[in-house]
């Protein structure tokens, strides 16, 4: 047995209670922890002088303990122990709590760096429970720090500690999966190197390249995954579908369809209509369209073919929110035409999910609008025909697979809000064919945006007032849900890890903390605050309240990025504009210029850093989705568009993990380039070189393997 195979327990500390917390994070051996890379990186290779310190950053000093620590109670059975230490520059005190033994590492004389916050109280400065270690000169300390994905029961050091034990044990195990001749070719170091750098770094530039050939993979994997797939896709057999006249509906529809919204749905009435008989080879389309460029009347026109061809189609949303609306848009037209949709969400009550799961496996129920509990809650279908996934930013081919799976004789067609650049969309969704929205629908209004810095806020809140004194309603969006909070919250933006440590970050707003301070500055307004942490219903409930206009101004994360329709919205802040990437800005801006408001989006950051004020300017200057992605491609690579988000979830976001992390814009080019090489020689992988690499795709497409064959 390999080292790499052993279960965690036989790592030094490792119980049945932290194996249970490891088992949270899906990992059970040795080999599963090595390949659980860290979220970002502590730069404790920056050494401040005290003079220079900031309460607001956690920040590296190397000082010198000048004083014994002494421990006292505090009441209880707490503890303190303090000390004083020094640099050049001044002198500050040092305390940890309940830790008494902690005095036997501190020595009048010895220098440590210590690594925390200060914080500073009549003029006297300290601090509190830094992470010290031993410095000497001669013996230069490593700068970067992992920090990981954490799970309740498990600490950031206990974590640190596992993966070195882990580490030594696999020495000489970790075999690489990739040939050696595209390694040279991409000029990337061994699988090996890449583990062992991505979790203790060398240096900066190791780390660079660990992360490099981490993404690399998960790209080329993604690449092969695709094609793969797409080539199987063909052979499967779905419903076919006799054309239908769409008159009738266009008829209901309160708009007459753009030109690209026609072009859309004559393409997927063809794809239907394929094949003879009761069989039509199997679609798989994905309409990429920019916020409001109408995809739901195209998925609707579609839904409506398969309804009149007596099959049922479901409609996945990726919110709660989200399928809510879908269901209030879609139901009402639907029904008149004698259909009856359900909606399916985790929030639906026990009984009622019998009542629909009986509805839909008896065909009563024509369709079916939900969340992944749609997938969770293994639903029967009578006859499915086709499936709809509203993705907005999210690739998730397993889960895609899975609830095709459930529905063997269905089409699919997804549609995503990310106007993905050309190349990325290779890779993204090669196992679809594209249909792109590029045209808006008449009417629409450029929305006009600003950049401005904190400096602006009695003028921003004078804004806020005149929008809303006429009538107009507005979103503020910050990255935090909280104030402090760290990076486990579920909307939270992750600071990207590569391009952070030495950029000093404005500190983050909190969407809780700003809805307090605008409520007391406008009493006379409703303003109500939504994020990740609030139970669906709250959310929902809150939702419908801003959609109805009894809110007015609405503080929220991005769980507001999703679709959200509400057009009477004619401002929309965004706080922290730095820590969003150019293509969720763009989602976000989208919120608004729905109605006939004249509506502004104004962009707050108080970045100084040349990237962050140059993608933010050119948001000022282009409102077409498709030119921001290819301009957030050069310059950033392909992370905005893997999605943080879904790289926080678990199971298939993490597919992406690296590659949304790493910004190197020719990279994904490289890895679609690999990817055809290696099918152009080796068309299905069953080469004895590629064994490995086949192996780990298997396992891969496992949870899509129904479809794979
Ligand atoms: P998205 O592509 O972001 O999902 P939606 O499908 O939600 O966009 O459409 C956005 C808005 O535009 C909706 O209010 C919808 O009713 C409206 N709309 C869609 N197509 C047209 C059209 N051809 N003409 C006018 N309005 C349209
Ligand atoms: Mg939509």
Not at 99 to 107: L, M
Not at 270 to 276: M, S, T
Not at 298 to 311: E, G, R, S, V
Not at 529 to 548: S, W, Y
Request: glycine content about 8%; charged content about 25%.
């Amino acid at each position: 047995m390999r080292n790499l195979d052993l279960p965690i327990t036989k790592l030094a500390g490792v119980g049945k209670v932290k194996a249970a917390a490891f088992e949270k994070l899906s990992i059970r051996t040795v080999g599963d922890l090595l390949f659980h890379f860290p979220s970002r990186y502590e730069n404790r290779g920056l050494i401040t002088p005290l003079a220079e310190g900031s309460p607001a950053l956690v920040q590296s000093y190397v000082l010198t303990v000048s004083s014994l620590p002494k421990t006292a109670r505090i009441g209880g059975r707490m503890t303190i122990t303090k000390f004083r230490a020094f640099d050049d520059s001044g002198s500050i005190e040092i305390a940890y709590f309940n830790t008494p033994y902690i005095a036997d590492k501190f020595h009048v004389g010895e220098t440590f760096r210590f690594y925390g916050k200060l914080a500073e109280k009549g003029g006297r400065y300290s601090m509190s429970s830094p992470t010290a270690e031993r410095f000497d000169p001669a013996k230069p300390l490593p700068a970067l720090y992992a920090v990981y994905p954490l799970a309740a029961g498990l600490n950031a050091n206990t974590l640190r500690a596992c993966v070195r034990q882990a580490l030594e044990l696999a020495h000489g195990e970790i075999a690489d999966y990739l040939p050696g001749e595209i390694r040279a070719a991409y000029g990337l170091p061994t699988l090996a190197y890449a583990i062992e750098n991505i979790h203790v770094p060398l240096d900066a530039d190791a780390l660079g390249r660990a992360a490099r050939r981490l993404a690399f993979d998960e790209m080329l994997e993604s690449a092969l995954a695709a094609r793969l797939m797409k080539a199987a896709q063909t052979k499967i057999t779905a419903e076919r579908m006799e054309d239908i006249d769409l008159a009738p509906l266009y008829a209901a529809l309160p708009f007459a369809l753009t030109g690209a919204q026609r072009r859309t749905v004559d393409e997927i009435v063809a794809d239907l209509h394929k094949g003879v008989g009761r069989d039509a080879p199997r679609m798989g389309r994905i309409i990429i369209g920019d916020v409001g460029s109408g995809k739901t009347a195209c998925a609707l026109a579609a839904i409506y073919l398969a309804l009149k061809n007596h099959c049922q189609a479901v409609l996945m949303a990726p919110t709660e929110i989200l399928a809510s609306q879908h269901y209030a848009d879609l139901a009402p037209m639907l029904e008149g035409f004698g259909f009856r949709v359900e909606k399916l969400t985790g929030s639906t009550t026990a009984a009622e999910k019998r009542r629909i799961k009986a509805a839909i496996a008896s065909g009563e129920c024509n369709l079916v609008i939900g969340t992944h509990a749609l997938i969770e809650d293994d639903v029967c279908f009578a006859r499915a025909g086709l499936v709809v996934c509203d993705e907005q930013h999210r690739f998730g081919i397993a889960q895609r697979a899975k609830l095709l799976a459930a529905c063997p004789r269905a089409h699919m067609l997804v549609m995503s809000a990310t106007p993905i650049p050309r190349t990325l969309s290779l890779v993204l969704c090669g196992d679809l064919e594209v249909s792109r929205l590029d045209e808006m629908p008449p009417g629409r209004q450029n929305v006009d945006t600003f950049f401005v810095d904190g400096g602006y806020r009695a003028r921003l809140n004078a804004f806020i007032e005149k929008q809303v004194s006429a009538g107009g309603q507005v979103y503020v969006v910050c990255p935090a849900i909280e104030p402090d909070i760290g990076d486990g919250a579920d909307d939270a933006v992750t600071v990207s890890a590569f391009d952070v440590p030495t950029e000093e970050q404005p500190p983050l707003r909190s969407a809780v903390e700003l809805s307090e301070t605008l409520s007391a500055r406008f009493p006379q307004f409703s303003v109500a605050c939504v994020h990740g942490k609030l139970r669906p219903a709250e959310k929902n409930d809150i939702m419908t309240r801003f959609a109805a206009g009894e809110i007015q101004i609405l503080v929220a994360t991005t769980v507001i990025e999703v679709g959200i329709n509400v057009p009477n919205a004619s401002l929309m802040i965004v706080e922290n504009a730095e820590r969003f990437g150019l293509s969720q800005l763009h989602q976000l801006r989208g919120r608004v210029g729905r109605g006939a408001r004249k509506s502004y989006c104004v962009l707050v950051s108080d970045s100084k850093g040349e990237r962050a004020v140059q993608r933010l300017r050119l948001m000022c200057r282009t409102n077409d989705g498709f030119i921001i992605a290819d301009e957030d491609l050069k310059m950033r690579g392909p992370g905005d568009f893997l999605g943080t988000e879904g790289a926080r979830q678990s199971g298939e976001g993490r597919y992406f993990r690296m590659a949304a992390l790493c910004n190197d814009p020719g990279l994904f080019e490289d890895a679609s380039h690999a990817a055809e090489q290696l099918l152009a020689a080796d068309p299905s992988l069953s080469s004895d070189a590629l064994a490995p690499l086949r192996a780990r795709l298997d396992a891969v497409l496992k949870s899509g393997g129904e479809t794979m064959n």
